[in-house]
């Protein structure tokens, strides 16, 4: 008996359509990637500049103690990165204030940063500094956040994490643009207040003292009625 070749290779065709379109439909199920935010933060032990001194800091001493926004920056002796460094320690008080902690990561070593950290204000330095600067030498911090570029340095990531050591809250910007402090506060105070006030949840742009809502379809009106 003769078999008709086409057929087979029809067949073998569907077969194989088949065979990859399960194999697509598993990865997308099983290993596709879990978003950072409502998730445990990844948790690090690494050098860091703390006034002027070398510690080692984990994000794990800081559970159920107080909140934590860690930030990333490409590199130190940069030029939009300092800006930043120094807004975010220029305003740190007002985070000290909300109970939180700030810490910044790049991939330099924690001699480095301390370096740049003696480098005076007007020649592009840091100058005094109010929050520990940790060093991620081998990028295993840059990497765990998903923040590590093909060029081996973290692009400007920026997270929020409560008392539980849950992210949330995640920005990433690319090299060239900076990051707001009054932004990241304002989404703080946001958090917080949802982690207060569980039944409550913020509206675009709140800032303390606004009108929360419900995240009821019949309560939520009262929100929608006002505004």
């Not at 995640?170 to 009054?182: K, M």
């Not at 006030?197 to 379809?217: L, S």
């Amino acid at each position: 008996m003769l078999l008709d070749t086409s057929l087979c290779q029809k067949s073998a065709c569907r077969t194989t359509i088949t065979l990859l379109a399960l194999s697509v439909l598993c990865f997308s199920r099983s290993d596709a990637i879990k978003p950072i935010v409502g998730n445990k933060a990844p948790d690090f032990r690494a050098p860091a500049v703390v006034n002027e001194e070398f510690k080692e800091v984990s994000l794990s001493d800081y559970h159920e103690k107080k909140f934590i926004v860690l930030f990333f920056y490409p590199l130190d002796f940069t030029f939009v990165c300092p800006t930043e460094i120094r807004a975010f320690s220029d305003r740190y008080e007002e985070f000290k204030s909300l109970n939180t902690e700030v810490l910044g990561v790049s991939i330099d070593s924690h001699h480095t940063h301390l370096a740049w950290i003696r480098t005076d204000r007007k020649d592009g330095g840091l100058g005094q500094l109010h929050y520990p600067l940790v060093s991620d030498l081998r990028k295993e911090i840059a990497e765990a956040y998903g923040v590590l570029n093909d060029e081996g340095v973290a692009l400007r990531g920026l997270f929020i994490i409560d008392l539980e050591g849950i992210v949330q809250h995640a920005t990433i910007n690319n090299l060239g643009f900076g990051r707001s402090v009054d932004e990241t506060l304002r989404v703080l105070q946001a958090i917080q207040h949802v982690c207060a006030h569980p039944d409550e949840v913020c509206p675009a742009g709140w800032k303390p003292g606004h009108k929360t809502m419900h995240p009821d379809p019949v309560k939520s009106k009262e929100y929608f009625k006002d505004s």
